[in-house]
């Protein structure tokens, strides 16, 4: 299983960009990263899934250097609606199964006025 | 369409009762998992399936069964509750691409269950 390490907290205020990192050292090769975006007393939702370089979509980008052992999701001009905790998830799914898929442990990200 | 529905919301156990939770999802995908969350320590799988009538064991599968007789469900049993069940427990599914994978996993509203 990869061994994956988030912040635990960040802070950041409305309107600026965020870039919330996370480490994969023993990512493997045909493990994909994804991020999840949860609020209070709801399931996890999906935000943004990568293999390498650079992703974006309507919400966030990202960042996967060439080593893959770290990733970076940039999510631009955060509004307070964007607190919430922020997922790192790093594995392979596909028909051969899913046990190796590893959630971190999670960046509760705060943002103020 | 309801996504994922999670049954029942909340519930609270005495050590050694058993119980079911039941996942449904009306997407039909092929994929569906059970995650558990505590407090620091993110979500951990727990057992999933590739498909009806298949189910694997994930990273903390002990103390759990699991079974998929229908595409559109995916139950969880714990037969024999302990203390260290207490948990958020969440259940996902998810779509396989054609020659591909995906790790874009729709989670349910997940169940509150404490063990006494």
């Known amino acids: 299983l990869a061994k994956i390490t988030q912040p635990i907290s960040m802070d950041s205020y409305e309107g600026q960009e965020v870039n919330i990192t996370c480490s994969h050292n023993?990512?493997?090769?045909?493990?994909?990263i994804t991020w999840y975006q949860q609020f209070p007393s709801q399931g996890p939702r999906f935000i943004i899934q990568g293999y390498k370089t650079k992703v974006t979509n309507e919400v966030a980008s990202l960042f996967i250097p060439a080593d893959r052992k770290s990733s970076t999701l940039s999510l631009p001009r955060v509004s307070l609606s964007d607190t919430a905790v922020y997922y790192c998830l790093v594995g392979e799914r596909s028909g051969g199964g899913a046990d190796g898929l590893t959630f971190g442990k999670g960046t509760h990200l705060i943002i103020q006025p | 369409n309801a996504g994922v529905t999670q049954t029942p919301k909340f519930r609270v156990l005495k050590t050694g009762q058993s119980m079911t939770l039941l996942c449904a999802q009306d997407m039909n995908h092929e994929y569906m998992y059970w995650y558990r969350q505590d407090p620091g320590m993110g979500l951990r799988l727990i057992h999933y399936s590739v498909g009806e009538g298949t189910t694997a064991k994930g990273e903390v599968p002990d103390g759990y069964n699991v079974s998929r007789l229908k595409k559109q469900n995916f139950l969880l049993g714990l037969e024999s509750a302990a203390p260290s069940q207490t948990s958020v427990y969440f259940c996902a599914s998810s779509y396989l691409l054609a020659g591909g994978t995906s790790n874009e996993q729709y989670f349910g509203p997940g169940t509150r269950l404490t063990v006494t």
């Open positions: 023993n990512i493997a090769t045909n493990d994909y």
